[in-house]
């Protein structure tokens, strides 16, 4: 790769910025705006998804529950209780946060098979409460009402406006992904998921690294789903089941585990693919499923592996 | 409610006996092949969705309820044999999402065929319910529970009696000892594969005249069922049955005290296990080779 | 990475071929065609799409064609959501019909005042009326309504104490808080309050505690398929409480699934399903067996009164259309609240601006299940 990491990281953010800005203009008309915005919510929690999965290697069935959490916090704080949005989106970021770090405890020494069923357990649970707790969630038919985004100094009234705000966040996002993984933490984790012995033997404190990712993964579909929140208005159990995990799963293992860039780009691609294949509207749970065992079997580096080795190639550099 | 606890019991011993038998196909490939097939869940749905599908071909009910079963113990095998075998020895979490990709497959498949409606398949015998002990108790659940009753006696006499029992016994115990001896450890893991979709879907037919079908109930069932298989240890098929049995009474009572988060019991009770007792109930503590 | 930005390209290229249809009416249209709601949704779809035809084959409206846009929700309140943004953002429709569930409309409804276009919901929650929406009119009577029909026949039967069994959505939740105030509010007792979930394959536990306290009657409010496991449960364990289902199963589709089990069963329904035992002079008698002849000969399967939804939402719309001379959703929102007397397939409707519900009580018909088939309850 670049003879400097750093350079080709700040290179690639720059490139990132210079996309989100254009995109919108690329569109024929303001609802393609909606898609796109999803797009920068999902790609959110798929970032943070993909830290835990393809650098600590740690997997999660379950995380649809953290985007749910800071949705439907977002919502009883704001809506039911009234506070300003900007305390509703911390209220929701650190509930998401608080979950995770109590659940890493226990099930972060788990393994493989183990860990997966836990944290489907742990998401499908989660996912009755919204049901059951009618008083509070709303139950099946949903929480209405949860008001608009608006922060101090920041009120975006427009769907353009608010898809600006989604991309910028989600800018900062990968920015700061890129610092972690850069630093000394990232070494870490990455030297944990190369073999969890051999960085034990190296002194590595591994339960509180692996708790710190997937804390930092909670968090991250937190936010995600606090501003999921603001901008439909509208949240309902039916969106944060099991589905919607395995429809940010698949988005990272397309996308590429351990590749920031392969996650935003399966996550781009598979919110904005119903919007094409309208047709197959009906069969997405076949692509879905299709696209998992395919990949699995054929493409285990993803959309991002594809593309390393296709760089590869063209610069003629030899794959070690 | 305890005037009724007869009542409880038998509706949840009959819902436990399916995930008895879903736990049983869960431990089937896992003792031979170390994986966890999270579309075990789809064969208990394709026993059911099968069966009303080839009764509706004029099939008699015998006929396509072992058809049914018949189809999904090879879809088992394909599934081996096309998607499990070509991946090889590859990380936990690879297999895992492979098998919730084949899972979404076979799902998507269904709805594609038949429609997301839900289906009734008659019970297999139209007598009257039985009152036995103050409960009311359906003749299709007596065929639930004495069904079960014989695969589990045919499956110890498999396993204790029959080459390829012993064969998939060898396996699980050590692949390579297996091979050496003239195993094939493939061919044993297709075995694996058929013999628990085989398992699944009969867990599906049977408990379908009672609860209805449709293309999505594999999901809970499947995930019930592991939660049963980690119950009774994962690892031991009696643990396996026994776990299913327990874990529907719990439900059953679990229901008549709080009626929507009786879904969550099953779960709760997964994740206690995997945190404080991950061997369960009957299974042996395991060891790692670092 | 390519082939990524290809498929964009290609989107953007083929939105901008797009044919643009010549001057039609748009109207839109969110229904449940797939998914739990489907036996609601699917006869609704299919009416929409015939009466679509009938009145394009008149000419269409003030000599305008209808262009029909539909999307299947899939029985889920936030596909719903992403449909009615599409309807009013892309698609630019001057009116939205639908949804088929009362959860998706209360969802979608606070969008319409803003949009300033008018939602003609399928659905039957009274939340949705009450309080007065400007912009939001239904056509499916009220679960009040439905609710106060089964007491007055409770009533009549001499019954004391009830027992109710709802399912946990935005459905039986809607009616479960009817029912616990009118059941009171007319002299019965309440003897239980049993809940169960819209997936669960199994309610012999609160059949059991029902059966306990020994009420007079039981109503069940929920969709298909629990309704139908309720009464097959019911049979097996041998109980004959009398049980009274919601106009929710009032579809030809409860009585397949519940089998030899729903015999007995009484419930509210729109007079559409017993049209040929009503009185020769009744009003609307010629009106709903024709559209009932027309739905069993175009689609083959047996009509139902959620159809019937669809054809006085679209028939009223259309009618409104007509009234205003024009397409702007403002005037149609307008002439919908002039609307008197329009003899629909739901009943006889008559919309004000204090009322947008157009019908009462007495759309509801008490019918009971025999020999597999609908027949007025005396």
């Known amino acids: 790769m670049a003879a400097t990491p750093r350079h080709a ?12 800005g254009l995109a919108p203009l690329a569109l024929p008309n303001d609802y393609y705006l909606n898609v796109l915005i999803l797009c920068c919510l999902n790609a959110l929690a798929v970032m943070g998804l993909n830290l835990l999965m393809g650098y600590a290697g740690q997997v999660s069935l379950g995380h649809a529950a953290f985007f749910g959490l800071g949705a439907y916090v977002t919502a009883v704080v704001t809506a039911t209780f009234g506070l300003p949005v900007a305390v ?33 357990g742990f998401g499908i649970i989660v996912s009755i409460v919204f049901n059951e707790a009618v008083g509070i969630t709303g139950g099946p038919s949903g929480f209405v009402g949860i008001p608009r985004l608006s922060l101090p100094g920041c009120a975006p009234t427009s769907d353009r406006s608010f ?18 993984m850069d630093s000394r933490t990232g070494r870490a984790l990455r030297a944990i998921h190369a073999s969890e012995h051999a960085a034990q033997a190296m002194g590595i404190d591994i339960a509180r690294h692996k708790r710190f990712v997937f804390v930092l993964s909670a968090v991250y579909a937190g936010l995600a789903g606090t501003l999921y929140a603001h901008h439909l208005t509208f949240v309902a159990p039916s969106s944060f089941g099991f589905n919607f995990s395995v429809q940010l799963l698949t988005m990272v293992v397309l996308g590429g585990m351990a590749s920031t860039w392969g996650a935003l780009a399966g996550a781009f691609f598979l919110t904005s693919l119903p919007e094409f294949l309208r047709v197959f509207e009906e069969m997405d749970i076949l692509i879905y499923g299709g696209l998992l065992v395919m990949c699995m079997m054929f493409m285990p580096g993803g959309l991002a592996g594809l593309a390393r080795k296709l760089a590869c190639g063209l610069l003629g550099a030899r794959r070690v | 409610m305890l005037s009724s606890a007869p009542q409880y019991l038998v509706s949840g011993l009959t819902v436990g006996a399916t995930y008895g038998l879903t736990a049983l196909g869960f431990t089937m490939i896992f003792n031979t092949t170390g994986i966890i097939n999270f579309a075990q869940g789809e064969f208990v749905m394709l026993g059911g969705m099968l069966s009303v599908a080839f009764l509706k071909a004029h099939a008699p009910l015998p006929l396509a309820v072992l058809l049914a079963v018949s189809v999904a113990a090879l879809a088992g095998c394909l599934m081996e044999r096309l998607v499990i075998r070509p991946v090889g020895r590859a990380p936990a979490v690879n297999l895992v999402i492979i098998t919730i990709g084949v899972s979404i497959l076979m799902r998507g498949a269904v709805m594609l065929a038949w429609g997301k409606d839900t289906f009734s398949l008659p019970a297999f015998t139209s007598a009257k319910p039985l009152a036995v002990l103050g409960a009311v108790v359906r003749p299709q659940s007596l065929w639930v529970l004495s069904i079960t009753l014989l695969i589990l006696a045919g499956l110890k006499l498999f396993f204790s009696r029959s080459i390829h029992g012993k064969a998939m016994l060898a396996c699980s115990c ?9 195993i094939s450890v493939d ?33 809970m069932l499947g995930l019930k069922g592991f939660a049963a298989c980690i119950l009774g240890g994962l690892g031991n098929p009696f643990g396996a049955a026994a776990g299913g049995l327990i874990l529907g009474v719990l439900e059953s009572f679990g229901a008549s005290v709080a009626s929507g988060y009786q879904d969550a019991f099953a779960f709760v009770m997964l994740l206690a296990l995997l945190f404080l007792k991950p061997t369960g109930l009957f299974g042996a503590p395991g060891s790692d080779r670092v | 990475m390519f082939w990524r930005l290809f498929a964009a390209l290609a989107l953007v290229a083929s939105m901008f071929t797009a044919s643009q249809a010549a001057d039609t009416l748009k109207i839109g249209a969110v229904v449940s065609v797939t998914g739990p709601a489907a036996p609601l949704g699917e006869p609704e779809k299919n009416t929409l799409e015939m009466v679509r035809d009938q009145i394009n084959a008149r000419g269409g409206v003030n000599g305008r064609m209808v262009e029909l846009i539909v999307y299947d929700d899939e029985s889920d309140v936030n596909k719903a959501v992403l449909a009615a943004e599409r309807l009013l953002k892309k698609d630019g429709v001057c009116a939205v019909i639908g949804p088929t569930t009362s959860g998706s409309t209360l969802a979608i409804m606070n969008r319409f005042p803003a949009a300033e276009v008018p939602l003609v919901s399928m659905s039957a929650a009274e939340k949705i009326v009450n309080p007065v929406n400007p912009w939001v009119f239904k056509v499916a009577p009220s679960d009040r309504h439905a609710a106060q029909r089964i007491l007055k026949d409770a009533r009549g039967r001499g019954f004391k104490k009830i027992a109710i069994l709802t399912v946990s959505d935005g459905f039986g939740q809607a009616g479960r808080e009817v029912l616990k105030e009118l059941i009171p509010a007319g002299g019965f007792e309440l003897a ?36 139908a496991v309720v009464a097959r449960n019911r049979a097996d364990l041998g109980l004959s409480i009398p049980l009274y289902m919601s106009h929710g199963v009032a579809s030809k589709k409860f009585i397949e699934l519940a089998g030899p089990a729903a015999e007995g069963i009484m419930l509210p329904a729109g ?18 067996t024709g559209y009932a002849r027309q739905y069993q000969q175009t689609f083959k399967s047996d009509v139902s009164t959620f159809g019937g939804h669809g054809w006085d939402a679209l028939g009223m719309v259309a009618k409104a259309v007509e009234m205003a001379g024009s397409d702007k959703p403002a005037a149609i929102r307008e002439n919908l609240e002039k609307i008197t007397g329009f003899p629909g397939v739901g009943g006889v409707f008559s919309f004000s601006a204090a009322n947008h519900d157009g019908l009462d009580e007495n759309a509801f018909e008490m019918v009971v299940v025999q020999g597999g088939d609908w027949k007025i309850l005396k």
């Open chain 2, 174 to 182: 050590e692949p390579k000892a297996a091979a050496l001896v003239g």
């Open chain 1, 9 to 20: 990281g700040l290179l690639a953010l720059g490139v990132l910025a210079a996309l989100l």
């Open chain 3, 192 to 227: 239980a309050d049993e809940v169960y979930g819209p997936k669960d394959t199994d309610m012999t536990p609160q059949l059991t505690k029902i059966k306990d306290l020994a009420p007079d009657a039981v109503i069940c409010w929920g969709t298909n398929p629990g309704p």
């Open chain 1, 163 to 180: 898809y600006f705000l989604a991309a910028g966040v989600l800018w900062l996002g990968a920015l700061m992904a890129g610092l972690i």
């Open chain 1, 88 to 120: 509703g989106i911390l209220a929701g970021v650190s509930a998401s946060a608080l979950v995770a770090w109590f659940l890493a405890q226990p099930t972060l020494k788990l393994r493989g098979h183990y860990l997966a069923m836990a944290t489907l």
């Open chain 2, 187 to 219: 061919r044993m893991a297709m075995l694996s594969f058929g013999l628990s979709g085989f398992l699944g879907a009969v867990g599906g037919a049977i408990l379908a005249p009672i609860t209805l079908t449709s293309y999505d109930v594999g999901v």
């Open chain 3, 271 to 288: 007079d559409l399903i017993v049209a040929d035992q009503l009185p020769e002079g009744d009003s609307r008698k010629a009106l709903l």
